[in-house]
């Protein structure tokens, strides 16, 4: 008996999983708002140079004046034509503004008046986030290979604690950078730890529309409720201090959680992999013979204790992967993918300034698609499978992508209400891509590297995504080339894709040994006949009913009247 099989003997869709469901959707909250925290905190509104002649004018009067200026955020005037003629520059450097705030937020730019040449200091501090997240996701990755998920969970949300609250007091470049580098290990690192405890303890078919659902959902209640809780204190000191302390709240899951059995297993620690299950059994209040615990415990001996043993007492090693052919060539394939997807993921979801609207309300707009995207995600998941999932939606999210940057090359003539349905469309689709491929990928690693694989590609992802900014600068020398390039890199991770096997309604693979077999002789489009065929055998069930079974079923209806 296998561990899916005993698993579905103590509950695979009952009270457990809707608990573990119910903490992660809490985690998505609190993570969106972890992770999105960093925009919202450095938002740059409207501004210009003060000067005191401006002191009672509209922002509508002063606007007007420094039109006329090639930077008029920058611009210092020495004096100022009362009559609306011609206003003197002054060759001294601005050192005051005037703000007009975004429903009166008062962002850490605008405090501490790091803008125009001094525009660069949270540009630093963003970058020390993504350098934190690397290394996090690498540290805690490793971790959760070799303490535990849950253990590893907790200590990333610690550093996300820590490094937002400690924001809270920063004043100067350094600390600030010290501080984001500090809140950037736990990004990542603090959701897909618990993702895949809820793939190693649930169905597939809950696995596909609950999980992605529940994701979909509460990570738009985060990011509404992070722009929205900002523009309520009014502050982004407060802002930060709000948002952090539920990090803190994420140690309870140590008590609520039972850690991952199938780790467990691979770690060579079956009594303990026996006392999770029988746990998850109680709760799910599901009666387990111990003759079917027995048989489980007789399949691991068998199987994984031996390799276990082999395997430096317990412990899979990482590079493994890249010892046999098949196994080798899929973790390339898996790099590649998060290269590409996740720098187009974070410059098409970070892009909300500059579209004509209030970047709050674009944040709130762009969370809006996250529960329809999720929901479907998961549908088409179950339906037609990872891999038809994840190529058409790179397919079709690059076709967006490319359309909305074509009507950004029209300058001030663009339509600002195609442009916005256009971003938002392609936040659609690439939140369906990168859940997709995300899953997809997670499925693929065996659980004893799962931990570390994970984070490995996750990591060769956000290192990626440095090259985010520089793809959106190539605008200035050639308008259409952001698009062009998000379409090209979204054509080619669908191209990768094809290249990977189907994991639906497939055993995913515990051991190196098992995920070196896994998707033997498929190819590429194999997963097409699949779908015809399941398709031609739902139609066959329903049209196949023989008259003697017919008769059975028009008399036991009878019998019951």
């Keep these: 008996m296998d561990f899916e099989e005993i698993l579905a003997k103590c509950g695979n869709s009952s009270r457990y999983q809707f608990l573990l469901l119910a903490l992660y959707g809490y985690l998505m909250v609190v993570i969106s708002m972890h992770y999105f925290s960093q925009n919202v905190i450095s938002f740059v509104p409207d501004h210009w140079c003060y000067h005191k002649q401006l002191a009672n004018r509209s922002f509508a009067e002063i606007e007007e004046i420094y039109s006329r200026f090639e930077y008029p955020s920058c ?48 540009r630093v501090g963003q970058s020390l986030f993504f350098v934190g997240s690397v290394c996090g996701t690498l540290i805690f990755g490793l971790l ?7 253990k590893a969970l907790i200590l990333a949300n610690w550093c996300g604690f820590l490094g937002d609250f400690s924001t809270i007091f920063s004043r100067s470049l350094v600390s600030f950078s010290i501080c984001r580098f500090i809140s950037g290990l736990a990004a990542d690192a603090n959701s897909y730890l618990m993702y895949i405890l809820i793939l190693e303890y649930v169905s597939p078919s809950l696995r596909n529309v609950g999980l992605n659902t529940v994701l979909g959902c509460f990570y738009c209640l985060g990011l509404i409720g992070a ?3 900002a523009v309520w204190v009014g502050h982004w000191r407060i802002f930060l201090a709000c948002s952090s302390v539920p990090l803190l709240l994420v140690t309870l899951y140590y008590f609520l959680v039972q850690e991952s059995a199938q780790w467990l297993v691979t770690r060579g620690d079956i009594d303990g992999a026996l006392q999770r299950l029988q746990r998850v059994a109680k709760i799910n209040r599901r009666q387990v013979a111990d003759d079917d615990f027995k048989a489980f415990r007789s399949y691991c001996e068998e199987h994984y204790r031996k390799e276990a043993k082999e395997a430096d007492r317990t412990e899979a090693k990482l590079t493994d992967m890249l010892k046999t052919p098949r196994m080798r060539s899929t973790a390339f394939k898996l790099l590649l993918i998060f290269i590409i997807i996740v720098p187009c993921y974070n410059t098409i979801a970070r892009n909300v300034e500059g579209l004509g609207i209030s970047p709050f309300i674009m944040f709130s707009l762009n969370a809006l698609t996250l529960p329809p995207s999720g929901y479907l995600q998961g549908l088409l998941q179950d339906r037609i499978g990872r891999k038809a999932t994840a190529v058409s939606w790179m397919t079709i999210t690059g076709l967006f992508a490319a359309a ?12 600002v ?38 984070a490995v ?37 669908a191209y990768v894709c094809l290249l990977l096997p189907e994991t639906r309604n497939k055993k995913l693979p515990m051991s190196l040994a098992e995920g070196e077999e896994f998707g033997k002789g498929e190819g590429i489009f194999d997963f097409l006949s699949h779908l015809r065929r399941a398709e031609s055998t739902e139609v066959t069930v329903e049209m196949t009913t023989k008259p003697e079974e017919e008769e059975d079923i028009l008399m036991s209806k009878a019998a019951k009247q």
């Design 227 to 229: 722009c929205w809780l």
């Design 417 to 454: 209400i195609l442009l916005v349905g256009l971003t938002l469309a392609a936040r659609f689709g690439v939140s369906i891509a990168d859940g997709a491929s995300s899953q997809f990928s997670t499925e693929l690693i065996p659980t004893c590297v799962r931990g570390r694989g994970v």
């Design 75 to 122: 611009t210092r005037l020495e004096t100022i034509d009362q009559n609306g003629g011609n206003h003197t520059v002054s060759s001294e450097r601005c050192n005051k503004w005037i703000y007009k705030y975004d429903f009166g937020y008062q962002s850490m730019n605008t405090e501490l008046n790091w803008v125009c040449d001094d525009a660069y200091k949270p």
């Design 457 to 493: 590609v996750h990591v060769a992802g956000f290192a990626a995504s440095f090259l985010s900014p520089y793809i959106l600068h190539l605008g200035t020398y050639f308008k259409p080339a952001p698009s062009i390039i998000l379409g090209l890199l979204f054509l080619s991770g």
């Design 144 to 150: 959760g290979d070799r303490i535990g998920r849950i």
């Design 404 to 415: 909305a940057g074509l009507v950004i090359s029209q300058g001030s003539n663009r339509n």
